[in-house]
Structures are given as structure tokens and as C-alpha cells.
């Protein structure tokens, strides 16, 4: 059997302009001394990562490499949540998302597609530079502004939203494959993909492409009340990758899922620090042990309430106090006895 292995800690919401956060080499020393193991890069963040040299110089990526090696720490995977966001963004969303785009492609969706591509086609290469096997990122969304069909939504509509996605994807899908690493998306509300019947979808149009994948997450099946421990049973052959982050939900008689437009301290869904949320983490790390995963037990904080310094504090010793070593031994073999096939036709009557 194979162990999961942890803790690592997703940057991306740890960055900053002050130290220690300020560059990969000052927050990895940070993260370290918290007792991770592991980090996984936000390439968007040019304090962390310069995505297109990475791209381009394995000497580049190994300098990475070893200056995080000293600290004890190593590359977990890449992540282009951003990037992949913008690889499909429905009109409606245009201003919103012009955000997460360079200027020079900004108030222009066909040209910012093409950077978003172009970007991830870059982290293809990179992660295959730095050894990496999978990589993080979105799906990007055609279809989310009629997640509830009111008005209702015209034949067709769906199916036609999940082969344009497949078509933007099926190029990228290929340059992973060539550099032979897995995409894992992180499903998640927002994106086409956000839930296992839609993943089903997307993998039905890109032909069961090997290298479409899931970064499972239970926070984001929490607030969606799908059963996330189930998710596993179903889903643990395209499991690559492994957010460790809590949430809880909280429905009363004036809010439910949709959170009535409240912000994330007031609705009823919320995303919480390790341990304080609703999400059993026990049978979680004992599905994925089960199903043989390898890969690494990231955190990603997200918490409306908790200092996210405490947050990450506490998080290392949570996500060390539930890996487990996979047994080596069946527990009751000292009570096995040697049998041959007349003992077992003997046994059986026969």
C-alpha cells in the first residue's frame, strides 16, 4: 500500500510585499519552520516564480529547486488557477475576470483566451522541468450564469457549452500529456466543472483524455451538500491531487446554499481554518490511503475568521497528525496456518 504524503502548503493566499512574504525563497524558510514539507507554487506570482523562464530553462527550475531543498522543502506541483480561470470566461464574467489578465489582453476576451492557453501550454513544460507529475488548476466556466435553469435553459444549451470547454481544453490536455504530467482540476463552484456529474461531462467530450484528472477538495462538496466521502469511492482513479481545507454549513430558516449575496463571515456555507469546520478528515485520509494515493496533503487556507498566520501554524501538525503509514502486514496473519487444496475441500465439505 502507498502513504499519502504531507504537509504541504498551496502560497497563493500567503503572498505578500512584506517579508516573509514576500519571496519564495523568505516564505519558504517561513513554511519550514512551521514543519511543511512540501509547497505548491502560485505561477501568476512573479515573487514566486517567473512561469515563462521555468518554462524554457531546466537550470532555472533546478536553482528553484535547490534553494528550497536547503530549507527541507520541496516543489509539490504548479498552479495556474488563474490562468485556467481565463481559458474560458462567459461574457457576463468579463470585467470580473479582466482582473487575474495582463494589461495587454485586458477588455479583450479573444486575446486573453490565447494568453490563457499559452500560459498553461508554458506550465506543461515548467512542471515537466521541475520533475513534477500533476498540476493544479481551473476549468474555467461557459455555462455557470444558468447553474439554475430560470429561465430555463433551451435544448442543447449544455451539451453545446461542455464541447466548446472541450475543444479550448483538448490542446492543453495534449501539451500535459507530452510533458507527461496530469491536469487536476480543482472542482469547484464557479467552474463548468464543479461537481463529479459535471467532470463526467467534460471527460466524455475530450474522449476520457488520460490526463484530465481532479484536485479533490471536500471544502467545495461541503457547501455544495454532496457526499464527499463517497466522491472518493467513485472518483479515486482520477485523483491526483489533494487540497486539505475545511468548511462548514450551517443552513437556517433565512439562508441555505446561495448564501443570500451575504459575505463569507455571514452565510450559512463558510470556509474554515483545519479542525474548525465540519469535514471529516479522518475518513478522508483513510479513503485515500485506502485507493493507494501518493500524492501530497496540501493546505489551502481559506477562513473568514481565523488570522491566516495561525491558520497555517496549526495546519502542519493537523495534516502530520492524520497521515498514515500505509501497513506493510495483514493484522491477523500470526493466526494463518499453512493450507493445501485437499485442507480447503475439507473445509468446504467437499
Partial sequence: MKSVKGPAIFLAQFMGDE??????????????????????????????????KAAESKDYCQEIQGVLKE???????????????LVAVNPAYNVGFDGFAPDSVKNNPEARTAWAVDQMKLAAKASANFGLTAHATFSGALLWHTIYPWPQRPAGLVDMGFEELAKRWMPILDAFDEAGVDVCYELHPGEDLHDGVTFEMFL??????????????????????????????????????????????????????????????????????????????NAIFSKLTQYGFDGWAVLEWECCL???????????????????????KVFDDFAGGGVDKETIKQILGL
Fill in 19 to 52: 517579508a516573509p512574504f514576500n519571496s519564495l525563497e523568505n516564505i519558504g524558510r517561513w513554511v519550514a519552520g512551521l514543519g511543511y514539507k512540501g509547497v505548491q507554487i502560485p505561477t501568476w506570482d512573479a515573487r514566486c516564480i517567473d512561469l515563462k
Fill in 71 to 85: 530549507l527541507g522543502l520541496e516543489i509539490t506541483e504548479l498552479s495556474t488557477h488563474l490562468q485556467g480561470q
Fill in 204 to 281: 466524455d467530450k475530450v474522449g476520457g483524455h488520460k490526463r484530465a484528472n481532479i484536485l479533490y477538495d471536500p471544502s467545495h462538496f461541503v457547501l455544495q451538500c454532496l457526499d464527499y466521502k463517497k466522491f472518493i469511492d467513485y472518483y479515486h482513479e482520477r485523483i491526483k491531487m489533494f487540497h486539505v481545507k475545511d468548511a462548514e454549513f450551517n443552513p437556517s430558516g433565512k439562508q441555505g446554499v446561495y448564501g443570500g449575496y451575504q459575505s463569507w463571515v455571514d452565510r450559512a456555507g463558510r470556509f474554515r481554518s483545519l479542525g474548525d469546520g465540519q469535514v471529516d478528515f
Fill in 306 to 328: 481565523k488570522d491566516p498566520v495561525q491558520g497555517a501554524t496549526e495546519g502542519a501538525p493537523f495534516i502530520e497528525n492524520h497521515l498514515i503509514t500505509a501497513t506493510s
